[in-house]
């Protein structure tokens, strides 16, 4: 038998809230820490991108193009493998455009949303395709395709996953904290002997959590849209939700690894474990394309890749809730519930 | 109205080791009740038991009237204080004791009169504003009594409560206990401290998982088989004490001081019209001597 009392629910947020309040340090890092993360990730990674980027994917055929495509000082390129790779990598911002080598014909794909850049491709492709003519004696034909890219930065498709990362990271490390604290102190033991049920502590956690949950979202979208300009397309509130969601899902799963760890210095040793391959797997930094294929089924459970699909769905392209709702809210939403009844399922069983 | 407690047969074991061992137990209502014994001896095992935190693997255990295995639907009777404190540090005497009246439900102006009361009591009612983890080890248990007491339970059940506690409070507290046990409350204490356990109305003595002793202190005492001893001063020392002994009277010698030992304080006259001291004392069993004596035996 669950007994839910929202009253009761409520105590324990307040407390949480009340705990946290006077935490000034943790505030702090709340606050400032996205700042300094996007600062970090998206300079560093912005400077990776410098130049034109250009993807090629060389099918045969054209090697005197080729090289004098390599050749080009300004343009770093990467190899694809295949045309559908560098459609996907230019929508995303990620690639100013690129060229495909076919023995038949040669396409340029470019970003319409950049002309500057787009002229300079197609000016070095058409004038390579032309050496690479003269010496063949046979003209080269060159198909020019605009995509719909986002004349983005890097910041702008990176800035929504930080917003999700940080959210995670510190909801996940203050949760498991909490919970160890609760468990050390001896105050869970006296919950189980209140009228307080496991389920209204881990939902009063949830709910006091999600107010600095909010908070930290705040001012991470403040500072990605205003101090680095990434669009908000969509409703802020949307994006909220995603977070507050993604939110939750960390709460959840920190409570539950809470049981395996006995201090809150093993709390810490989670971090690679949990926090280190959402980032490397999200398909952010990384795309999910250059993921081997063996290890996306993880990438696939992990909750920052859909928050951060979510995020860049509402903020990049302004969908709204219900065009996000299937994967991404479906899978925080799964990931949520099933951590919240393990997390429930372990506060019962330290007990017997 | 059955009895607050009452355990018949009741074995739990971790593994090898049988921790409670058959245990039957009755403690009535509206009584302060001592649980003593070496540690080790099951104490806070039993507690843990009572309240529901540990499956008894036979025996049947009730708890004011409700079988153990229904406990949860009296939690709100019950005030549990373990060893741990159970506060939190970070929130203020205040917000602790806030805290703890919601969670069972208690409506805000009951709660700010509770809480002026309880504070008063265990004497911090001058930091109320104060964070809990900048009080001293003595003032933390205090509190914790304090968050233990916030919804006035009908039965209270105390692992060590006056661990840390200066001796003039400790009389406070037990004069509390008391008040409670008055108005019909139950107070289960488990504690290290004799002269504490002398103030109970009901002592418990534990040993391997069994109620070796069960009484009054001086119930207990004379369980013990012990005696109070009357000292006396002597004019004549040998002569006074060589008539005594003829009555029949054990007599010891101690640095000059004849100590006999009493069936009864009646006997204080008789001797009195043997010998006629210089000054006399009488002595009271310990009920660390009783405890002694019974752990032997057991």
Known sequence: MIQVSLSRIGVVALRVVRQLKRDRRTIGLIAFAPIVLMVLFGYALSGEMSGVALGLVDEGGHPALRSHLEGIEDFGILRLGSESDAELLISQGRLNGAVVLQPEEVRVLLDASSLQISQAILAAAQSGAQEEAASLQKPGVVITRYLFGYDLEMMDTVGPAILGLVVFFFTFINAAISFIRERSQGTLEKFMVSPLSRVEIVL???????????????????????????????????????????????????????????????????????????????????????????????SYMLPLTYAGDALREVMLKGSSLTEILFPDLLALTVFFLVFFAAATLMLKRQMY | MGPAISARGVVKSFGQLRVLDELTLNIPRGVTYCL?????????????????????????????????????????????????????????????LEFFAGLYGIGKQEREQRIVELLKMVNLQDLRRRLAGALSGGMYQRLSLACTLIHEPELLLLDEPTVGVDPRLRQTFWEYFERLASDGKTVLITTHLMDEAEKCRIVGYMKAGKMTAVGSPDDIKRQAGLKPHLELWLKDLEGDCARLRSEGYEIEILDGVASLRLESHEQIKSVL??????????????????????????
């Open chain 1, 204 to 298: 009063g956690y949830v709910l006091g959590f999600s107010l600095f949950t909010l908070l930290q979202s705040t001012t991470t979208l403040l500072v990605v849209t205003f101090g680095f300009k990434v669009p908000m397309r969509g409703n802020p509130l949307t994006a909220l939700a995603v977070v507050l969601l993604l939110g939750a899902g960390a709460l959840v799963l920190g409570s539950f690894l809470s049981n395996f760890a006995r201090s809150e210095f093993q709390v810490v040793q989670f971090i690679p474990l949990i926090i280190t391959p959402q980032i490397v797997l999200c398909g952010v930094w990384w795309p999910m394309q250059s993921i081997p294929e063996f290890i996306r089924p993880i």
């Open chain 2, 36 to 96: 003593l014994g070496p540690n080790g001896s099951g104490k806070t095992t039993l507690i843990r038991a009572i309240v529901g935190l540990l499956k008894l693997d036979a025996g049947d255990l009730k708890v004011l009237g409700t079988p153990v295995s229904r406990v949860q639907e009296i939690y709100s009777k019950i005030g549990y204080m373990t060893q741990h404190k159970a506060l939190y540090p970070d929130l203020t005497l205040q917000e602790n």
């Open chain 2, 273 to 298: 019209e043997i010998v006629s001291p210089l000054d006399m004392r009488l002595k009271e069993p310990m009920l660390e001597e009783a405890f002694l004596q019974l752990s032997e035996a057991a």
